[in-house]
C-alpha cells in the first residue's frame, strides 16, 4: 500500500453530512464528499490483506459474505491512496457496472466482511468506491463502450432496473443488439422511482442511461411488455429474452378496514413522491403533508417512507416492526465475516429524531386492525406488543395480552417487503415459478434459464427482494450464460 501503517495511524470517518434539520427541507442529497487529504487516509487504513474477505461475494455457512459482484477493493484503494485515480476507476469498472448506485445505495456488505473490523472500525470503502466513480465522471473518463464488431443477434430485455441495466452493459459490449422494455416513462426501473432523490438523485441516473445510449443500448419505454408488446412478437424480432422485472408484487396486511382510503403500499407512495418532484412536489396524489403517518414495516424502503414523509411536513411519524431491536453489537451467531446484523440509525431514523425528538420506530409492535373513519379514511391503527420465544427449540413470536394501543393515522404505507414478481407477465410467458413465487430457473443458484426456451431471468424476479449490488451480480452473469448460448446457436446454424 501507498502508506503501510495507515490502518495503525488513522481512524475511520465517514463522510460528511448535512444537517437533518436543514436537510428535510429539500430533496438534495444528504451525503458531502470527501477532500482529497481525508481520501487518502481512508484509502490507506486498508491493510492490503493477505485473504481479502472484503470481496470474495461468496457464501460463508448460509451467509453471504462480502462483496456479491468481486470489486477489487484492496488494489483500487492502493490506487487512490497514491492518487492515481483513473486505474482506480478502470479496476472498478472491471466488476462493477455501476459503481455510482452502489457507491450510494449499497449497505456495504464489502465492510462488514473488511479484515480490520475484526477488533477496529472497517476501511470506508463504499465512500471510496463513490467518489472514483464520480470522479471518473468529473473528468470525461467515463465513456461509451461502442463494441468494435457487432454479432447479429438481437436481445429484448424486460425491465431497466440494476439486473436489466448491467445484463445490457454486459451484453452490448459483447457485440449483440440489445434492446430494453421499461413500463415507465424513463429507464432506471428501482433506481429512478423506487429510492428516494435524497439517496439518489434522479440526474445520476440519466447520466448513465445517456453513456448506456451512447454505446449503441436502445430503450424502449413506455411500454409494458404482456401488453403493449407480446411474446409472440419478442420472440419474432430477437434471439433471446430476459426477464428483469424485479419482485414488484407487494405483501399486504389483509385486516379490518384494510379497504380505507390512506392504506398504500409504500413503494406506491415512493415512486408518487419521486414522479411529483419532476413537476410540483405538492402536486402529489399521495402526500403526508400535516398528517399522522404510519409505516408498517422496516428495511430500508420503511426508512425511505421516514424521510419522504419528513420531507412533506408530516404532522408526525411512527414506524412499526414486529422484531426487537438489533443489538449494539454482533451476537456469537453472526460473527465475521458475515454483515453485521447490528443497530444502525438509518438517515431517515436519524431525521426524526433531531425533527421529533424521538426515533420513530416502535419495536416489537404488531397491527391488530385498521380504524376507518366517517370519511371511509383511516383513522387509527390498533396495535399490540409481541414478543419472540423459544417454543418447543423454535423461535415463535408470542402476542403480549394487555399491551393494546390506539395509534391515530391518516396515512398508513405497508412496507412489509414483495411476495415476488407480478403474475401477469409470468402467466403471459407461460413461466414456471418456485415455492417462494419467484421465476424458476434450471438451478436456482448458479443458472438463468427458465422452462421456455431463450427465455431467461435475473434479479429480483429471479432471486427474491434483495439488493442492488445482487440484481447487477445477476445482470453480470445472465449476460455471460447469454452470450454463450448465442455462441453455441451461432456454431449450430454455421455447421
Same mark, same amino acid.
Given at each position: 500500500?501507498?502508506?503501510?501503517?495507515?490502518?495503525?495511524?488513522?481512524?475511520?470517518?465517514?463522510?460528511?453530512?448535512?444537517? /437533518?434539520?436543514?436537510?428535510?427541507?429539500?430533496?438534495?442529497?444528504?451525503?458531502?464528499?470527501?477532500?482529497?487529504?481525508?481520501?487518502?487516509?481512508?484509502?490507506?487504513? !486498508?491493510?492490503?490483506?493477505?485473504?481479502?474477505?472484503?470481496?470474495?461475494?461468496?457464501?460463508?455457512?448460509?451467509?453471504?459474505?462480502?462483496?456479491?459482484?468481486?470489486?477489487?477493493?484492496?488494489?483500487? *484503494?492502493?490506487?487512490?491512496?497514491?492518487?492515481?485515480?483513473?486505474?482506480?476507476?478502470?479496476?472498478?469498472?472491471?466488476?462493477?457496472?455501476?459503481?455510482?448506485?452502489?457507491?450510494?445505495?449499497?449497505?456495504?456488505?464489502?465492510?462488514?466482511? !473488511?479484515?480490520?473490523?475484526?477488533?477496529?472500525?472497517?476501511?470506508?470503502?463504499?465512500?471510496?468506491?463513490?467518489?472514483?466513480?464520480?470522479?471518473?465522471?468529473?473528468?470525461?473518463?467515463?465513456?461509451?463502450?461502442? /463494441?468494435t464488431?457487432?454479432t447479429?443477434?438481437?436481445?429484448?430485455?424486460?425491465?431497466? %432496473?440494476?439486473?436489466?441495466?448491467?445484463?445490457?452493459?454486459?451484453? *452490448?459490449e459483447?457485440?449483440?443488439?440489445?434492446?430494453?422494455?421499461?413500463?415507465?416513462?424513463?429507464?432506471?426501473?428501482?433506481?429512478?422511482?423506487?429510492i /428516494?432523490?435524497?439517496?439518489?438523485?434522479?440526474?445520476?441516473?440519466?447520466?448513465?442511461?445517456?453513456?448506456?445510449?451512447?454505446?449503441?443500448?436502445?430503450?424502449?419505454?413506455?411500454?409494458?411488455?404482456?401488453?403493449?408488446v407480446?411474446?409472440?412478437?419478442? *420472440?419474432?424480432?430477437?434471439?433471446?429474452?430476459?426477464?428483469?422485472?424485479?419482485?414488484?408484487?407487494?405483501?399486504?396486511?389483509?385486516?379490518?378496514?384494510?379497504?380505507?382510503?390512506?392504506?398504500?403500499?409504500?413503494?406506491?407512495?415512493?415512486?408518487?413522491?419521486?414522479?411529483?418532484?419532476?413537476?410540483?412536489?405538492?402536486?402529489?396524489?399521495?402526500?403526508?403533508?400535516?398528517? *399522522?403517518?404510519i409505516?408498517?414495516?422496516?428495511?430500508?424502503?420503511?426508512?425511505?417512507?421516514?424521510?419522504?414523509?419528513?420531507?412533506?411536513?408530516?404532522?408526525?411519524?411512527?414506524?412499526? %416492526?414486529?422484531?426487537?431491536?438489533?443489538p449494539?453489537?454482533?451476537?456469537?451467531?453472526?460473527?465475521?465475516?458475515e454483515?453485521p446484523?447490528?443497530?444502525?440509525?438509518?438517515?431517515?431514523?436519524?431525521?426524526?429524531?433531531?425533527?421529533?425528538?424521538?426515533?420513530?420506530?416502535?419495536?416489537?409492535?404488531?397491527?391488530?386492525?385498521?380504524?376507518?373513519?366517517?370519511?371511509?379514511?383511516?383513522?387509527?391503527?390498533?396495535?399490540?406488543?409481541?414478543?419472540?420465544?423459544?417454543?418447543?427449540?423454535?423461535?415463535?413470536?408470542?402476542?403480549? /395480552?394487555?399491551?393494546?394501543?390506539?395509534?391515530?393515522?391518516?396515512?398508513?404505507?405497508i412496507?412489509?417487503?414483495?411476495?415476488?414478481?407480478?403474475?401477469?407477465?409470468?402467466?403471459?410467458?407461460?413461466?414456471?415459478?418456485?415455492?417462494r413465487?419467484?421465476?424458476?430457473?434450471?438451478?436456482?443458484?448458479?443458472?438463468? !434459464?427458465?422452462?421456455?426456451?431463450?427465455?431467461?431471468?435475473? %434479479?429480483?424476479?429471479?432471486?427474491?427482494?434483495?439488493?442492488?449490488?445482487?440484481?447487477?451480480?445477476?445482470g453480470?452473469?445472465?449476460?455471460?450464460?447469454?452470450?454463450?448460448?448465442?455462441?453455441?446457436?451461432?456454431?449450430?446454424?454455421?455447421v
Amino acid at each position: 500500500m501507498g502508506y503501510l501503517k495507515g490502518f495503525m495511524d488513522f481512524s475511520r470517518k465517514d463522510q460528511d453530512v448535512r444537517d /437533518p434539520i436543514e436537510r428535510i427541507k429539500n430533496w438534495e442529497e444528504y451525503v458531502v464528499r470527501f477532500d482529497d487529504d481525508e481520501l487518502k487516509r481512508q484509502s490507506s487504513r !486498508c491493510m492490503d490483506c493477505g485473504t481479502p474477505f472484503c470481496h470474495t461475494g461468496a457464501e460463508w455457512d448460509g451467509a453471504n459474505v462480502g462483496c456479491p459482484v468481486n470489486n477489487f477493493i484492496p488494489e483500487w *484503494n492502493e490506487l487512490v491512496s497514491e492518487e492515481n485515480w483513473q486505474e482506480a476507476l478502470k479496476r472498478l469498472e472491471e466488476t462493477n457496472n455501476f459503481p455510482e448506485f452502489t457507491g450510494r445505495v449499497c449497505p456495504a456488505p464489502c465492510e462488514g466482511s !473488511c479484515t480490520l473490523a475484526i477488533n477496529d472500525d472497517p476501511v470506508t470503502i463504499k465512500s471510496i468506491e463513490n467518489e472514483i466513480i464520480e470522479r471518473g465522471f468529473d473528468n470525461g473518463w467515463v465513456e461509451a463502450k461502442v /463494441p468494435t464488431r457487432r454479432t447479429d443477434k438481437r436481445v429484448a430485455i424486460v425491465g431497466s %432496473g440494476p439486473a436489466g441495466l448491467a445484463a445490457a452493459d454486459q451484453l *452490448n459490449e459483447m457485440g449483440h443488439h440489445v434492446t430494453v422494455y421499461e413500463r415507465d416513462d424513463r429507464p432506471g426501473g428501482l433506481l429512478m422511482y423506487g429510492i /428516494p432523490n435524497m439517496k439518489l438523485e434522479k440526474d445520476t441516473v440519466d447520466r448513465r442511461i445517456k453513456v448506456m445510449k451512447e454505446s449503441g443500448i436502445e430503450f424502449v419505454c413506455n411500454t409494458e411488455v404482456g401488453v403493449d408488446v407480446t411474446r409472440d412478437e419478442l *420472440n419474432r424480432d430477437y434471439d433471446v429474452v430476459i426477464m428483469c422485472t424485479g419482485a414488484q408484487d407487494p405483501r399486504d396486511v389483509p385486516l379490518e378496514n384494510r379497504e380505507s382510503s390512506g392504506i398504500h403500499f409504500a413503494m406506491d407512495y415512493l415512486k408518487a413522491s419521486t414522479k411529483a418532484l419532476e413537476t410540483d412536489p405538492k402536486n402529489t396524489p399521495i402526500t403526508a403533508e400535516g398528517k *399522522n403517518v404510519i409505516v408498517i414495516g422496516g428495511g430500508d424502503t420503511g426508512a425511505d417512507c421516514v424521510a419522504t414523509a419528513l420531507r412533506q411536513n408530516a404532522k408526525r411519524v411512527v414506524q412499526f %416492526g414486529k422484531h426487537p431491536a438489533s443489538p449494539e453489537e454482533r451476537t456469537s451467531d453472526n460473527p465475521w465475516p458475515e454483515f453485521p446484523m447490528t443497530f444502525k440509525l438509518d438517515y431517515g431514523y436519524k431525521e426524526g429524531l433531531e425533527s421529533q425528538g424521538e426515533d420513530p420506530r416502535k419495536y416489537e409492535v404488531l397491527t391488530q386492525r385498521f380504524e376507518q373513519g366517517e370519511d371511509g379514511n383511516v383513522a387509527a391503527l390498533h396495535t399490540l406488543n409481541v414478543e419472540k420465544v423459544y417454543e418447543d427449540g423454535k423461535l415463535v413470536t408470542k402476542e403480549i /395480552p394487555g399491551t393494546e394501543q390506539v395509534w391515530d393515522a391518516d396515512l398508513v404505507l405497508i412496507a412489509i417487503g414483495f411476495l415476488g414478481p407480478e403474475q401477469e407477465i409470468l402467466e403471459h410467458f407461460n413461466l414456471q415459478t418456485d415455492e417462494r413465487g419467484r421465476i424458476w430457473t434450471l438451478d436456482g443458484s448458479k443458472d438463468y !434459464c427458465t422452462n421456455e426456451q431463450g427465455i431467461y431471468a435475473a %434479479g429480483d424476479a429471479r432471486r427474491g427482494q434483495s439488493l442492488v449490488v445482487w440484481a447487477i451480480r445477476e445482470g453480470r452473469e445472465v449476460a455471460e450464460q447469454v452470450h454463450e448460448y448465442l455462441t453455441e446457436e451461432s456454431k449450430m446454424n454455421i455447421v
